[in-house]
């Protein structure tokens, strides 16, 4: 493994990892129950108990980003990886972070808007995706799309049709804050 791809595995995982801080400092205040699942009108339906909830989820997510990067590192035939691929490696650790605070938020009482929460987080996800997806080139579809691309003209307008789609639903996902 390059050092630049060893050192983007070694930040990403710890990043998954610094949530568990917020826990400690938490610990004592939180219930032995912790809310981990939530329906569509923000009611808890499943709970954990409180070490799983907080050291054993962030743990299970490194775990997951560790077998991305290994992955997505070892699939890579250069150095230069799509700024698309980029992105998505940061996915993982962003969302621990996100759903981590959401959680402990959530046990210790306060008000807090779960589905708006994710929508805004998924829609700005779908945004960013929606708009790098069109700059993807034809040689890294090629490897990325099974069965490959036709030709060249035939890849840009599925990638623009892609592209246009995440947005749209990014911008839809986003609507759902103000209106629900």
């Not at 790098?132 to 579809?141: A, H, L, N």
Request: aromatic share 12%; with cysteine.
């Amino acid at each position: 493994m390059e050092k630049k791809n060893r050192n983007l595995l070694i930040i990403s995982v710890m990043v998954c990892l610094l949530p568990m801080v917020l826990g400690m400092v938490c610990y004592h205040n939180l219930p032995d129950q912790m809310p981990i699942h939530f329906t569509i009108n923000d009611v808890p339906d499943n709970y954990a108990p409180k070490n799983f909830a907080l050291f054993g989820i962030p743990v299970i997510m490194a775990i997951v980003q560790a077998i991305c990067i290994f992955f997505t590192t070892s699939q890579a035939k250069d150095s230069k990886k799509p700024r698309i691929v980029k992105i998505m490696e940061w996915f993982i650790p962003i969302m621990t972070v996100a759903i981590y605070v959401i959680m402990v938020e959530v046990a210790l009482g306060s008000n807090i808007y779960i589905g708006k929460s994710v929508c805004l987080i998924l829609g700005i996800l779908f945004m960013v995706i929606g708009n790098y997806i069109p700059k993807v080139s034809y040689e890294v579809g090629e490897i990325m799309f099974h069965p490959k691309p036709k030709n060249e003209s035939s890849f840009r307008k599925m990638t623009r049709i892609m592209g246009y789609s995440f947005i749209g639903i990014g911008i839809i996902l986003l609507s759902f804050i103000i209106w629900v």
